[in-house]
């Protein structure tokens, strides 16, 4: 870049101790939209997280000993300072990581407003275990305290949402935090640093410390004095996570990655299952843990689910992402786009059908985009159980459709592989949607809707889609350290 160039740039500092503090080196951040370089992030490494970890162990103390209420209405306070910015938020989002305006305007930004009400609410609500012994004259109870400095990683699809899904929890229960956004997107992390003094919240109590994983985030893993990390992001990571931290014998909750199947059978609302698993597929360029990627679908309706799905894939429009009308943005990189086209290409080259997207329709962009990292909605049919795109996950706006004929052999594909995040089951049988959610492997089964949450109940993933859950009661046990005490009078 030119020196004008890159005088326009934006530079983000780490937030330590309550103020922010430059880095000695950076690493540039793109714009998804237009493949340009428009942020500089700083690279932080040991000394960065040493400083951030001796703030948020200096501040717990006096953290720690606040009441819930108290840190409730700090938490509550900065909620209605990011909705108040909502706007600026949801365009820093949409800018850094790709995803369309109105996807960060209704979902990331409303969301992560949310987080933060949530936990100032659920903190306040909690009550411990007691039980009586009148033989020995004893009672026994519980207490939780918070644990100490906990170490927050998140990923780069729904940037602040995740970020704040820790945070929140991490200090409603008394912890002090250091976090670590992706360095991919770390843009409206850093507009929330500029907002906690005024929300209250003392510094030293979230410390964000910015860089990439193997640098900033494995120095984080690595200290001996921030006994717990709560990791989003994949699955080879957290192997990586769980063998730096197996010396300190941490306390890890891992979100991973998912192979998500929809089971369609033929007794399906077409009309509602056709628009939502469109949806599923493909919201957030495909981009959410959550999304569908394998699509099984009965026999006697295949072909008309083929057609009308296919129909309406091809009505979502791909474009600028600061373009309302827009359903699908740009990709977070130009190495995860190749990464998501050559999926694509395999299939091709195994014999698979491409219906419509990536290779097959024209992808018509705005003159300002043309650099960006685009892919229309692909789908893909007549692709074999043990191809990499039934197995792996593709992340991004890619979906395959395959036929089955019965109930017992579909929940048999759908378990075979190795994650097990989300699944969705259309049917209007109650005893079927019952039978098959049973016997899934996946820690979230949706029937008949998708992404539809209640926050207090457990989210996450079996097998090699996670370790741990979050929500209400799952949050608070794995943010608190559990004690049991016995009186005897
Ligand atoms: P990633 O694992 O590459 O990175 C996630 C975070 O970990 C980033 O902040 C990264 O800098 C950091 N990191 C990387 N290497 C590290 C190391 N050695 N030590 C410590 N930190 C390190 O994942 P990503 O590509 O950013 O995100 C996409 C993945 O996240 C997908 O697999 C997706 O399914 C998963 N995901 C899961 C959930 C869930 O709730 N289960 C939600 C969203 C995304």
């Given at each position: 870049?030119?020196?004008?160039?890159?005088?326009?740039?934006?530079?983000?500092?780490?937030?330590?101790?309550?103020?922010?503090?430059?880095?000695?080196?950076?690493?540039?951040?793109?714009?998804?939209?237009?493949?340009?370089?428009?942020?500089?992030?700083?690279?932080?490494?040991?000394?960065?997280?040493?400083?951030?970890?001796?703030?948020?162990?200096?501040?717990?103390?006096?953290?720690?000993?606040?009441?819930?209420?108290?840190?409730?209405?700090?938490?509550?306070?900065?909620?209605?300072?990011?909705?108040?910015d909502l706007e600026a938020f949801a365009q820093a989002e949409s800018k850094d990581q790709?995803k369309t305006i109105?996807?960060a305007r209704?979902?990331d930004i409303?969301?992560?407003?949310?987080?933060?009400?949530?936990?100032?609410?659920?903190?306040?609500?909690?009550?411990?275990?007691?039980?009586?012994?009148?033989?020995?004259?004893?009672?026994?109870?519980?207490?939780?305290?918070?644990?100490?400095?906990?170490?927050?990683?998140?990923?780069?699809?729904?940037?602040?949402?995740?970020?704040?899904?820790?945070?929140?929890?991490?200090?409603?229960?008394?912890?002090?935090?250091?976090?670590?956004?992706?360095?991919?997107?770390?843009v409206t992390?850093?507009m929330?640093?500029?907002?906690?003094?005024?929300?209250?919240?003392?510094?030293?109590?979230?410390?964000?410390?910015?860089?990439?994983?193997?640098?900033?985030?494995?120095?984080?893993?690595?200290?001996?004095?921030?006994?717990?990390?709560?990791?989003?992001?994949?699955?080879?990571?957290?192997?990586?996570?769980?063998?730096?931290?197996?010396?300190?014998?941490?306390?890890?909750?891992?979100?991973?990655?998912?192979?998500?199947?929809?089971?369609?059978?033929?007794?399906?609302?077409?009309?509602?299952?056709?628009?939502?698993?469109?949806?599923?597929?493909?919201?957030?360029?495909?981009?959410?843990?959550?999304?569908?990627?394998?699509?099984?679908?009965?026999?006697?309706?295949?072909?008309?689910?083929?057609?009308?799905?296919?129909?309406?894939?091809?009505?979502?429009?791909?474009?600028?992402p600061s373009?309302p009308?827009?359903?699908?943005?740009?990709?977070?990189?130009?190495?995860?786009?190749?990464?998501?086209?050559?999926?694509?290409?395999?299939?091709?080259?195994?014999?698979?059908?491409?219906?419509?997207?990536?290779?097959?329709?024209?992808?018509?962009?705005?003159?300002?985009?043309?650099?960006?990292?685009?892919?229309?909605?692909?789908?893909?049919?007549?692709?074999?159980?043990?191809?990499?795109?039934?197995?792996?996950?593709?992340?991004?706006?890619?979906?395959?459709?395959?036929?089955?004929?019965?109930?017992?052999?579909?929940?048999?594909?759908?378990?075979?592989?190795?994650?097990?995040?989300?699944?969705?089951?259309?049917?209007?049988?109650?005893?079927?949607?019952?039978?098959?959610?049973?016997?899934?492997?996946?820690?979230?089964?949706?029937?008949?809707?998708?992404?539809?949450?209640?926050?207090?109940?457990?989210?996450?993933?079996?097998?090699?889609?996670?370790?741990?859950?979050?929500?209400?009661?799952?949050?608070?046990?794995?943010?608190?350290?559990?004690?049991?005490?016995?009186?005897?009078?």
């Amino acid at each position: 870049p030119t020196m004008a160039h890159s005088k326009a740039l934006l530079v983000l500092e780490n937030f330590i101790g309550g103020k922010f503090v430059p880095c000695s080196s950076y690493v540039d951040s793109y714009n998804p939209s237009t493949g340009d370089v428009y942020c500089r992030v700083p690279d932080s490494g040991r000394e960065e997280v040493e400083a951030a970890v001796k703030a948020a162990k200096a501040a717990f103390p006096i953290w720690s000993s606040k009441s819930p209420l108290e840190r409730s209405q700090i938490l509550n306070k900065l909620a209605d300072l990011i909705e108040h910015d909502l706007e600026a938020f949801a365009q820093a989002e949409s800018k850094d990581q790709g995803k369309t305006i109105t996807f960060a305007r209704t979902v990331d930004i409303p969301r992560a407003v949310h987080n933060f009400r949530f936990f100032a609410s659920s903190i306040l609500h909690h009550v411990t275990e007691c039980t009586e012994m009148p033989a020995m004259g004893c009672v026994h109870y519980t207490s939780r305290a918070p644990v100490g400095v906990a170490g927050l990683i998140s990923p780069w699809n729904l940037p602040l949402y995740l970020l704040t899904w820790k945070i929140a929890p991490a200090i409603a229960c008394g912890n002090t935090v250091v976090a670590k956004p992706s360095e991919m997107t770390s843009v409206t992390a850093w507009m929330m640093c500029k907002l906690l003094e005024k929300a209250g919240v003392p510094p030293g109590v979230v410390n964000v410390v910015f860089g990439t994983g193997a640098k900033a985030g494995e120095a984080l893993v690595c200290h001996p004095d921030v006994p717990l990390i709560s990791f989003t992001g994949s699955t080879l990571t957290a192997q990586r996570i769980t063998e730096k931290s197996a010396p300190h014998c941490k306390r890890l909750s891992l979100e991973l990655g998912g192979k998500n199947p929809a089971i369609i059978f033929d007794d399906a609302d077409l009309s509602q299952c056709i628009p939502t698993t469109v949806r599923s597929s493909f919201a957030n360029q495909g981009e959410i843990c959550l999304c569908t990627s394998r699509i099984f679908v009965q026999r006697g309706i295949y072909s008309e689910f083929l057609k009308r799905f296919v129909a309406e894939a091809k009505k979502w429009k791909t474009g600028n992402p600061s373009d309302p009308t827009s359903d699908v943005g740009a990709l977070i990189s130009k190495e995860h786009l190749e990464k998501v086209r050559n999926y694509v290409k395999k299939a091709q080259a195994e014999g698979a059908r491409v219906l419509c997207g990536e290779g097959v329709d024209p992808l018509a962009l705005p003159p300002g985009n043309q650099k960006g990292y685009f892919m229309l909605p692909t789908v893909i049919a007549e692709v074999k159980d043990e191809s990499c795109c039934m197995q792996e996950e593709i992340f991004g706006p890619v979906t395959c459709v395959v036929a089955f004929d019965t109930e017992e052999e579909v929940i048999e594909r759908a378990n075979g592989v190795k994650y097990g995040l989300a699944a969705t089951v259309w049917s209007s049988n109650v005893g079927r949607v019952h039978r098959v959610a049973h016997r899934l492997q996946s820690g979230l089964v949706w029937t008949n809707c998708w992404l539809v949450r209640d926050l207090n109940l457990p989210f996450g993933g079996m097998k090699a889609s996670g370790i741990g859950r979050e929500g209400a009661k799952d949050s608070y046990e794995f943010f608190t350290e559990v004690k049991t005490i016995t009186i005897k009078h």
